[in-house]
């Protein structure tokens, strides 16, 4: 740069000579006067040049600090959030919900997208999972002498909660209008994420029991609408014993499925019913007029469950049984948990493609077509059923349909059958 800077210098200098030699009155500047010039020239230019490059590291300093201002912000949400996801309910909690969701609300989008934690992510608050003024938490007082509890793992997806565990509530209310319909879910993970993203309190089980008790009910029958005899349904039969002595009956209906059985062959009608029932939903919409047009097009129907650890896993295998039972050739039934081994996403795709199917329609074995269906189901990420069945190069087609058990009519009646049998004991 000083290179530069002499030799313009020496240029402009040079030509003041010849400007004088051609009859201007402009003498040669002095060589002291030259180096004056040129030394107050390059002074200026290396201060110019030091003060741009200060700014542009002010500037990159600030950037960083923007940077660092902003994921600790995003961090104290994820910290926030990953606090209140959580199986036990405290006096703190309805205090934690709110602060967590004024926290979201108060970061910028750009800050939205770095929340990470344990539990926390950018979806947490920020996912369209529908309106949620279309459900009731039917947690109201007044309940009177009779209470109809359905008791239900629950979902903190909106729409689904009010189409699956809504339409059930609904349908048990109509069949039975002597009786007040009032809700608990088993998860108080899924009760603090819809309280503070959509500010819906949603009881759980101690303080829907708690409730009927302090309005004096005293006819209590608990419907659950878990799908079988699984640990969810046990963690409800020991709270609701813990509670028994406070109401003159208590009832306690089963589950979708009835009882368990001993092992894979047994079979019951609430296992048949359900098996016709999902199948010719299923059937409906995909287009077809019939299983056997659904297999002679090439389609297989899988339904996915979620899968267990607890000895009710057996039912699942009763319900592949079942499916035989019917001549559902082309049914198969599967869990996220791939428990048991043989509803594992690679079993299932293997028997699928080894039976000769090219279309795979996939569909949940859940009550409500929430978290599993819409991602571990039907998802973009490559580990979720769908795209593990598309990655596989086996299928021609492969559609997903993201409806839960508790949107069909005739599952409702099933609830509703179980319902009158505890009534009845």
């Given amino acids: 740069m000083k290179k530069n800077l002499t030799a313009v210098l020496t240029a402009a200098l040079a ?7 051609c009859g201007q009155q402009a003498s040669a500047p002095a060589a002291s006067e030259v180096e004056e010039t040129m030394e107050t020239a390059e002074g200026t230019a290396e201060e110019t040049g030091l ?4 700014e542009a590291a002010g500037a990159e300093a600030a950037e960083s600090d923007a940077a660092d201002a902003d994921q600790e912000a995003a961090d104290e949400v994820a910290a926030l959030i990953d606090a209140i996801y959580v199986q036990e309910r405290t006096e703190d909690t309805d205090a934690q919900c709110q602060e967590a969701k ?3 609300d108060a970061l910028t989008e750009e800050q939205k997208e770095l929340v990470e934690g344990e539990a926390a992510d950018p979806d947490y608050f920020g996912r369209d999972t529908g309106d949620a003024s279309k459900d009731d938490p039917r947690n109201q007082d007044g309940i009177g002498e009779n209470e109809l509890l359905v008791v239900s793992f629950g979902t903190s997806f909106n729409d689904s909660r009010a189409a699956d565990i809504k339409g059930i509530e609904d349908a048990l209310q109509e069949a039975y209008p002597d009786w007040s319909v009032r809700r608990a879910f088993t998860s108080q993970i899924i009760i603090n994420h819809v309280q503070a993203r959509d500010g819906v309190a949603i009881d759980n089980m101690e303080q829907a029991l708690e409730r009927a008790a302090a309005n004096g009910v005293k006819n209590l029958v608990v419907q659950p609408t878990h799908l079988m005899h699984g640990a969810e349904y046990d963690e409800l039969a020991e709270v609701l014993e813990a509670y028994a002595d406070q109401f003159e009956t208590v009832k306690l209906a089963e589950p979708l499925l009835g009882e368990v059985g001993s092992d894979a062959t047994v079979i019951n009608e609430d296992k048949k019913a359900v ?6 939903e299923a059937v409906k919409d995909a287009g077809y007029e019939s299983l056997e047009a659904a297999r002679e097009d090439g389609a297989a129907f899988v339904f996915l469950g979620h899968g267990t650890y607890h000895t009710a896993k057996v039912s699942y295998s009763q319900m592949q049984t079942q499916m035989g039972e019917l001549g559902y050739e082309n049914v198969f039934i599967g869990t996220v948990e791939g428990d048991p081994e043989e ?5 299932i795709l293997e028997a699928a493609a080894e039976a000769g199917y090219t279309k795979v329609i996939l569909r949940p074995l859940m009550v409500v077509a929430g978290d599993h269906a819409n991602n571990d189901m039907a998802g973009e990420d490559e580990d979720s059923w769908k795209s593990m069945f598309e990655a596989s190069g086996k299928f021609e087609q492969v559609d997903c349909q993201i409806l839960g058990l508790g949107s069909i009519p005739a599952i409702w009646d099933l609830y509703v059958a179980h319902t009158a049998a505890a009534m009845g004991e």
């Fill in 102 to 104: 004024e926290a979201w």
């Fill in 51 to 54: 003060a741009g490059a200060s």
């Fill in 275 to 280: 098996a016709e029932a999902v199948t010719a």
């Fill in 343 to 347: 509803t594992a996403c690679e079993a």
């Fill in 15 to 21: 030509g003041s000579i010849l400007l004088a030699g």
